[in-house]
């Protein structure tokens, strides 16, 4: 791996014992209702994003489903 690349792989994501720091974007209704769902449940973002990202792979699992196949399609439903 270049130097460049290491550096940059360095400050995009960075491990802590139990986590992965990352950045990801958002598009900014997803973001307003990440936002909103947090302060209500009373959680951080980071706890909604992995409880989400947690139940979603339960739910297709037991169910044998297919994920979809565009990020469009689940946020137009």
Known sequence: ???STR???QFISMQTKNHILTGVSFEPQALDYLND???RMGM???WVLNT????YAKL?????LMPERS???VIRK
């Open 1 to 3: 791996m270049l130097a």
């Open 7 to 9: 550096r940059f792989s």
């Open 37 to 39: 769902l947090s302060k």
């Open 44 to 46: 951080s973002r980071s």
């Open 52 to 55: 989400i990202v947690y139940e």
């Open 60 to 64: 297709i699992e037991n169910k044998k």
């Open 71 to 73: 990020v469009a399609a």
